[in-house]
């Protein structure tokens, strides 16, 4: 299975980073325009509506219109795991319906004194069978316009 891989250092505090990335404000911030995101619903692994922290197992349902092209493609992502110690954390997101045949994203966050590193890492299988799995290493294509820009982005509004 393909995997796509992006991590940047941004001059802001652990606490900072990782709880602005634990809520979905975070994911419409740091989701680039071009991607014409709806967040439709977010259900906490209690039910509650609109949880204020993304914990394993919340569910969010959006759509995307890349480009504005197209029908919107609805998604569904559900949080399988979230782990915090002192100066690491995780949380991992896994595709429950969508555009690709499979798509596990994992969050990671290291402190590195007052600064915090930030990593994405992506396991993907691109829908229409074989074909998507011969081309599914050229999806980069894709991935790296949006993962830099929501790595742009983390540094943009967490920086000083």
């Known amino acids: 299975m393909p995997v796509y ?3 940047t250092r941004v001059r802001a505090p652990f606490d900072e980073v990782w709880s602005f990335h634990s809520k979905v404000s975070g994911l419409e911030a740091l989701t680039p325009e071009f991607m014409h995101l709806a967040v439709e619903e977010v259900v906490g692994p209690d039910g509650e509506r609109d949880p204020e922290i993304l ?3 919340s569910a969010i ?3 995307m219109r890349p480009f504005g092209v197209g029908p919107r493609q609805r998604w569904t992502s559900r949080i399988t795991d979230r782990e915090e110690s002192p100066g690491a954390a995780m949380f991992r997101d896994v595709m429950e319906g969508g555009p690709f045949r499979r798509w596990v994203h994992t969050h990671r966050f290291f402190a590195d004194g007052d600064e915090t590193i930030v990593s994405d890492r992506v396991s993907y299988r691109l829908p229409l069978g074989p074909l998507g799995d011969a081309v599914g290493p050229l999806a980069v294509v894709g991935f790296e316009p949006m ?3 929501r790595h742009r982005e983390t540094k943009r509004v967490l920086e000083d």
């Open 55 to 57: 914990e394993a197992g």
């Open 5 to 7: 891989q992006r991590e």
């Open 61 to 63: 349902t959006m759509s």
């Open 147 to 149: 993962f830099r820009g």
